[in-house]
C-alpha cells in the first residue's frame, strides 16, 4: 500500500455541524475502500488566493493516508459529485 495526501476545500456556507459532517462522510469514502487514515489536519477557514465556484474563503483540510488506488478513484468519482467541495488534490507520500 502506497501513503498517500488528499488535501481538499469544503464551501465556507456551510456551518459546524455542517462541515464536521461532511468531512466525516469524506474520509468514510477512503476507509470503506480499504485506507488507513494515519492523520488529519484541519487548517480551518482561509482566504482562496482566488474565487473557486465565486466563493473566496473555504475551510481547508488535510488528510494523510496509506491504501490502494480503488480508494482514491471512488474518493475521487464521489468528490467530483459533491457540491460541498470546491476542489480536491490527491497526492502520492
Known amino acids: 500500500m502506497k501513503n498517500y495526501e488528499i488535501m ?3 464551501a465556507p456556507t456551510l456551518d459546524e455541524a455542517g462541515t464536521k459532517s461532511a468531512v466525516e462522510s469524506l474520509h468514510k469514502i477512503l476507509t470503506d475502500n480499504g485506507a488507513k487514515i ?10 482562496l ?3 473557486i465556484k465565486k466563493q473566496t474563503k473555504g475551510y481547508y483540510v488535510v488528510v494523510n493516508f496509506s491504501g490502494e488506488p480503488a480508494a482514491i478513484n ?7 459529485l459533491d457540491t460541498r467541495v470546491l476542489r480536491f488534490l490527491v497526492t502520492v507520500c
Do not use: C, H, Q, S
Open 74 to 80: 471512488e474518493f475521487d468519482r464521489i468528490v467530483k
Open 8 to 10: 481538499y476545500i469544503l
Open 38 to 47: 494515519t492523520g488529519v489536519k484541519e487548517w480551518g477557514m482561509r482566504d
Open 49 to 51: 488566493a482566488y474565487p
